[in-house]
């Protein structure tokens, strides 16, 4: 007799070697679309958006690229997930992460073509994941207690993770607006204090660090343009009718004359408000809510300039730079503590008019002004500006530092083939298969820069014989190069995510053995 | 059939439109079932012991989730048919109960409808059989308790409740950590448990989880986090020998539930009530300050304005913490919950050492830590993963480790593990099947056989040869008399579960057996089968 329907209509479900087909082929192709924009040489993709206007985004940034994309499979949904992680986690290495995972799926699919059991191979990559991250641990290199080293070390890190973006060209320039910047954190890894201004216009080398602080915004009609020694308010209170809060309250009146006195009454109110905030004694008021027309005037007549209308985070980094606190009440004008700065003054970027703290207390926020040709080009550099200083910001609390340009790879590839060899029964073919998936990372970056993959690793690998080199590839030359003294270093961190999460995915995908689908729930068709 | 006659000769409808029904009856309808309720079995069959596989489940949203869960993968799985739920049922009621054992149950329900369907075809009454395995799993009940063991433990010797902790992890994703999440669950439980009363409120025990970071960084804080954080971003990060007040009320005016009207007709009016509002909101901050509370933890939002009195008079604030969370703050920190100013005193702050915000990653993630409660028990497990999918499923692996803590405190007898107990109930059902006269003889051995489903499963999964293992432990359980011998499922080299320290919990095992007689005889019982058809 016909089993009857078990599971509800439209649902499928994939089991056994189809089901562990369908989750390596889906992230197979996941990392194969990624795969081409690694390394320094890698390409970049072209977005384009569904929605209206149809956006053009142009990125090489693995992360954005998955997220943008809309996908069906389960397993490559899988791959997606950890290069989010891996962006919120560390920033960078986002595409690594993918094509590790995918390469080690590949591998393993060869070893289940085989009649290994995925059981088996999930133990051997615990195995050599393990040994891959002790051999790292070895070969790390803490400079934490040299300042100097330290930040040659962090001007590295930011110029390799550069040089694979849009910012290449000016990437001295780039690592050192990063690096500064994050110095200016102290430790904290808060990357809302670092603010980026986008203005198209100027060349990407036009770019600049401001120690102060530049808000994007309008000084209000009428009201000084320059200030010294400013003494700032930042507040957050509505500013255009003081409404009563009281739940419930409103006005009801049976004659013009009362809307009238009201009217007055309420303009009142709003005149004490003012003077209260003006009798802190400041000559500056930046406000995170709308500022009528009407106290704006009221600022203006009292000489104090007045800024409406600031996003939140803008107030947060304000309010951190002056070090002022956000206020929302104005009686005790003693208990409120005001920023200060040296100097306001409203400064052109190409045609745009912004607001410029400068000289300010406290120096934990700064701001990137990104000039370039494009709003496409501006938002790539952005990115990947973004990508580097969050790992810097690692980097600072974990200062262990790596080399790069395959370096890495080829190091922990050593020692697990090594385990491999030393390990008795079928495990050793998974450990084996793991090694070939690190290797695939300096070959991608070898093809992606159109150099002569095999002939490289295979001098790379004699090279790693050796102990202790230092040998990796130099993209630019196209030969086997010393990574120290090219200065190309990697955050151990980076690294040491990119191998826990990809190993962590591969085997989640491989102990799947069936797949159920529910019915994709059905959208209101309201066309 | 559907048509009946009166007494008069006229026909009248018992089943109404009768053709638009199917309608299946006697065997065929016992058979259609039984072939469903295995169709589910057999799906959850090779997610079975410490080398089963996981299940990828796509939800209508298109949410993916992975596990090997037995309660999970029926839940979200999105069943159609009638028995198939049942058996969904069946899984879940065994999570409520035991919280561990979920695949293990439905396998075996699955067994037991198998031999079932084999005795039907010899003609023997459905009810018959009922009777049949309902003697036998009593049987199976009392042997279980008889080849049980009672272990012994305290607050200071976990041991054994972790090895056991490590059994129910072993067939997780999170088995490459189990030592250390086995020993986080039990130290969890035993910091809540009531070890006097033998009673465990799993509900003081909160798992939190946060992408990122990795498996190992997985903790366990005596206290309680939130992930929210302070409302104004300039007040301090961290707060020692905090006095909290766990407030309800929203630091907003009040909100009479009555529907009322303040009308504004006279410019006095309007400036008295603009007084009263500014009064009321310094009157809230003063009155937690009064009583001398150095951190306010509210449910509700907080008007600007008082945000901001607060932030003035150093008083720090979490706002939009959830009524759960609450309660457990409220717990931990042996403060009460206060649902107006009015109510207010020194007496009903909480304690705690220490306060603290920990922020996260590159992204504006910042979680409250709140640690050194002056009443300790309320614990959270804190876990991190490469993604999300993985916290999920720790946090249903921790859960179920959780539960098995609990039930050993319970009742600290165990059973072996590793299907030897299974095996050592097979053998004595089908000793005690000769006693019984009658039909039901045939029923019992069928239960016999159905109880070697678990070990065959365990080991088909791990890649053993499932009749010979099964064929060679069970002869040596008779030969030795040694209810520990089961299957060797990670290849150590001995399977004698005692030397593997694999125990499972007794209680766990009995209500398998049980949830699994019950449903299967509810199964059987049914013989008739209408549905309407598709519409």
């Not at chain 1, 051997?124 to 330290?150: Q, T």
């Not at chain 1, 890894?189 to 216009?201: D, S, V, W």
């Not at chain 2, 006095?268 to 001398?292: A, P, S």
């Not at chain 2, 403060?335 to 304690?351: N, Y």
Request: charged residues 25%; contains cysteine.
């Amino acid at each position: 007799m016909a089993i009857e329907k078990l599971l509800k209509d439209e649902a499928t479900e994939e089991k056994g070697e189809r089901a562990r087909m369908a989750s390596f082929v889906g992230a197979m192709a996941i990392a194969d679309l990624v795969k081409t924009t690694l390394g320094p040489k890698g390409m970049d993709k072209i977005l384009q958006s569904t929605g209206r206007g149809h956006s053009v985004t142009v990125t090489n940034d693995g992360a954005t690229i998955l997220k943008s994309l809309h996908i069906d499979n389960p397993a490559a949904k899988v791959l997606v997930d950890i290069s989010k992680v891996q962006d919120d986690e560390v920033g960078d290495g986002t595409t690594s992460v993918v094509v590790l995972a995918g390469e080690l799926l590949r591998e393993a699919e060869k070893l289940v073509n085989a009649k290994i059991h995925p059981m088996t191979i999930i133990s051997g990559y615990r195995m050599a994941a393990e040994c891959a991250k002790n051999a790292l641990l070895e070969k790390v290199v803490d400079n934490k207690l040299d300042a100097e080293k330290f930040k040659a070390d962090l001007m590295k890190i930011a110029m390799t993770t550069l040089s694979s973006k849009i910012l290449s060209q000016d990437k001295e320039h780039f690592a050192k607006l990063a690096v500064d910047a994050v110095m200016r954190l102290k430790g904290s890894t808060n990357l809302e204090a670092i603010q980026i201004i986008k203005k198209p216009g100027g060349s990407l080398k036009d770019s600049f660090l401001d120690e102060g602080f530049i808000l994007d915004k309008k000084i209000g009609v009428g009201q000084p343009k320059r200030i010294e020694n400013a003494k700032i308010l930042v507040a957050n209170t509505a500013m255009d009718t003081d409404k009563v809060k009281i739940y419930g309250a409103r006005v009801r009146v049976d004659s013009m004359a009362k809307v009238a006195e009201i009217e007055v009454a309420e303009k009142e109110k709003m005149r004490e408000k003012v003077q209260k905030i003006i009798n802190h004694g400041i000559n500056c008021f930046v406000n995170r809510q709308l500022i009528y027309n009407f106290p704006e005037e009221l600022f203006a007549d009292a000489g104090v300039l007045a800024i409406e209308h600031a996003d939140f985070d803008g107030i947060e980094r304000l309010a951190l730079v002056t070090g002022g606190e956000i206020a929302s009440t104005f009686d005790n004008p003693e208990s409120v503590k005001l920023g200060h700065c040296k100097l306001i003054e409203e400064i052109m970027i190409g045609e745009d008019k912004l607001i410029h703290f400068s000289g300010v207390d406290m120096g934990q926020a700064c701001t990137i002004v990104l000039r370039g040709a494009s709003p496409h080009m501006l938002d790539e550099a952005e990115r990947s500006l973004h990508d580097a200083l969050c790992v810097l910001s690692q980097t600072v609390n974990d200062s262990r530092v790596l080399l790069g340009g395959g370096w890495p790879e080829m190091v922990m590839a050593k020692s697990v083939d090594e385990l491999a060899r030393k390990t008795p029964g079928k495990r050793s073919h998974a450990i084996e298969a793991f090694s070939r998936a690190l290797v695939a990372i300096p070959t991608t970056i070898a093809d992606n820069a159109g150099l002569d993959s095999a002939e490289l690793i295979a001098q790379l690998r004699a090279e790693h014989h050796k102990e202790g080199s230092n040998a990796g590839i130099d993209v630019i030359s196209g030969s086997v190069g010393d990574m120290a003294e090219l200065g190309i270093s990697e955050a151990f961190k980076v690294k040491q995510a990119v191998l826990l999460s990809a190993t962590e995915a591969a085997e989640m995908i491989l102990r799947v053995d069936e797949i159920i689908t529910c019915a994709p729930r059905r959208r209101e068709d309201r066309m | 059939m559907a048509l009946a006659f009166d007494e008069f000769g006229r026909p009248f409808i018992i089943l109404k439109e009768q053709e638009q029904k199917t309608r299946l009856r006697g065997l065929d309808a016992q058979k259609a079932n039984i072939a469903s309720g295995k169709a589910v079995a057999r799906i959850l069959r090779t997610s079975l012991g410490p080398k089963g596989m996981d299940k990828m489940l796509q939800s209508p949203d298109g949410d993916v989730t992975i596990t090997n869960d037995g309660a999970t993968i029926l839940e979200q799985m999105d069943v159609d048919n009638q028995i198939a739920k049942l058996m969904v049922e069946l899984s879940r009621s065994q999570d409520y109960e035991i919280g561990d054992g979920t695949t293990g149950v439905v396998v075996m329900a699955g067994a037991l409808l198998e031999q079932a369907e084999k005795l039907l075809e010899r003609g023997i009454h459905p009810i018959r059989i009922a009777e049949g395995y309902e003697v036998a799993s009593r049987i199976a009940f009392e042997h279980l308790e008889r080849i049980s063991h009672k272990f012994e433990f305290s607050a200071t010797n976990i041991e054994p409740l972790v090895q056991t902790c490590m059994t129910t992890l072993s067939s997780k994703i999170v088995n490459r950590c189990k030592r250390s999440l086995a020993e986080i669950a039990v130290k969890a439980v035993l910091a809540v448990a009531d070890l006097e009363r033998k009673d465990v409120n799993l509900d003081l025990i909160k798992v939190e989880g946060k992408v990122g970071g990795k498996l190992e960084d997985t903790e366990l804080i005596f206290g309680i986090v939130v992930d929210k954080d302070m409302s104004h971003p300039q007040m301090p990060k961290q707060i020692e020998d905090a006095k909290i007040a766990i407030l309800t009320c929203p630091f907003e005016p009040p909100k009479p539930k009555t529907k009322h009207k303040v009308d504004i007709d006279t410019v006095e009016k309007f400036q008295t009530l603009r007084q009263q509002e500014q009064k009321y909101f310094d009157d809230m901050v003063q009155k937690c300050k009064d009583v001398g509370a150095t951190l306010v933890i509210c449910q509700w939002g907080f008007d600007d304005e008082a945000n901001h009195l607060l932030m003035n008079r150093n008083l720090p604030a979490v706002r939009w913490v959830g009524g759960v969370e609450l309660e457990l703050i409220a717990i931990a920190t042996g403060g009460r919950i206060v649902p107006r100013f009015q109510e207010l005193t020194p007496e009903k702050l909480g304690r705690a050492g220490l306060v603290r915000e920990k922020a996260f990653g590159t992204t504006k993630d910042r979680m409250i830590y709140i640690e050194h409660c002056a009443n300790s028990r309320a614990v959270t497990i804190f876990i991190r993963g490469g993604n999300k999918m993985m916290i999920e499923e720790t946090k249903r692996s921790i859960h179920d480790a959780l539960c098995v803590a609990r039930n050993l405190i319970r009742n600290n007898s165990i059973v072996y593990g590793g299907g030897s107990a299974e095996i050592s109930c097979s053998i004595a059902v089908e000793a005690a099947a000769d006693k019984y006269p009658g039909v039901e003889q045939y029923a019992i051995r069928g239960f016999a056989d159905a109880l070697d489903a678990i070990p065959m499963a365990l080991a088909e999964n791990s890649g053993l040869q499932p009749i010979e293992t099964l064929s060679a432990v069970k002869s040596q359980q008779i030969k030795e008399n040694n209810s520990c011998c089961g299957i060797d499922c990670n290849d150590v080299g001995t399977n004698d579960m005692r030397e593997q320290n694999v125990f499972e919990t007794l209680i766990g095992k009995q209500q398998q057996i049980l949830l699994a007689t019950q449903v299967v005889k509810m199964i059987l019982k049914i013989d008739d089968v209408i549905s309407p058809s598709d519409y």
